[in-house]
């Protein structure tokens, strides 16, 4: 079976510009959830998705904002691009994500990277 | 709120000797804990992880991981260091969901391992 896909790989922008990443979840997996990790550091969480609905916000701005399809894929969309948005972005999946199912590990995606020039 | 710290973000090895990576974890409700490794440009991989029940946890590659609740910490241990181990290694704890924040992971900052010969 087919992993988490994300696509595309790599993606250069400049200041300003919107960004749509994509990512399909493994099959069967309900749950996604989006991660930040910038360059030596560790992945910080932006989004969670279940069953279409939003259940999760990390701390990041209002011009990050996401969506799940009815076949479960997502899609996270940046707004007006900064310097500081450069990072390596993962998507994960799991096969619940329902309120207190958190013994089911998340599956990542080999990630999106993106480039603020 | 919870967080993870890892000592050291650089540790080096001989191979076949001993690998021990420590996270230490904060958290205000019962943690599920959990390692993942990263080779280079490449998403995360699941090692193992910790939810209930026995607290020496095995993963893959020959990991595993003690739960001390006593000293807050789930560190990383290999007897025999291998060549091919040399990756980033991230500790995250899971939010349960009851502060309604979906089952989110948190991550340390991550610890780089060296294997050298």
């Known amino acids: 079976d087919a992993g988490v896909t994300q696509s595309p790989t790599h993606l250069i922008k400049t200041r300003g510009q919107h960004v749509t990443l994509r990512c399909s979840p493994i099959?069967?997996?309900?749950?996604v959830s989006w991660y930040q990790q910038v360059l030596g550091q560790g992945p910080q969480f932006i989004f969670q998705y279940y069953e279409k609905e939003e259940r999760g916000r990390g701390n990041f701005p209002d011009r990050f904002s996401a969506r799940q399809f009815p076949n479960y894929s997502s899609e996270l969309n940046v707004n007006a691009l900064l310097l500081g948005d450069s990072a390596l972005y993962l998507c994960a999946s799991s096969l619940l994500g329902g309120r207190g199912q958190v013994n089911q590990p998340q599956h990542f995606g080999d990630g999106t990277r993106l480039s603020i020039l | 709120a919870q967080s993870v710290t890892q000592l050291g973000s650089h540790v080096s090895v001989s191979e076949g000797a001993l690998v021990l990576l420590r996270c230490n974890y904060s958290?205000?409700?019962?943690?599920?804990l959990f390692w993942y490794v990263q080779y280079p440009n490449q998403g995360l991989q699941l090692l193992l992880k910790y939810t209930t029940g026995a607290t020496l946890v095995k993963g893959i590659n020959g990991f595993e991981a003690e739960f001390k609740k006593s000293e807050t910490s789930f560190h990383l241990t290999k007897p025999s260091a291998h060549m091919s181990d040399a990756a980033e290694y991230f500790c995250?704890?899971?939010?349960?969901?009851?502060?309604?924040?979906?089952?989110?992971?948190?991550f340390g900052t991550g610890t780089q391992l060296k294997v050298e010969l």
């Open positions: 958290s205000s409700v019962p943690p599920y």
């Open positions: 099959s069967g997996h309900k749950s």
């Open positions: 995250a704890v899971s939010d349960l969901g009851l502060t309604g924040g979906g089952n989110k992971l948190t």
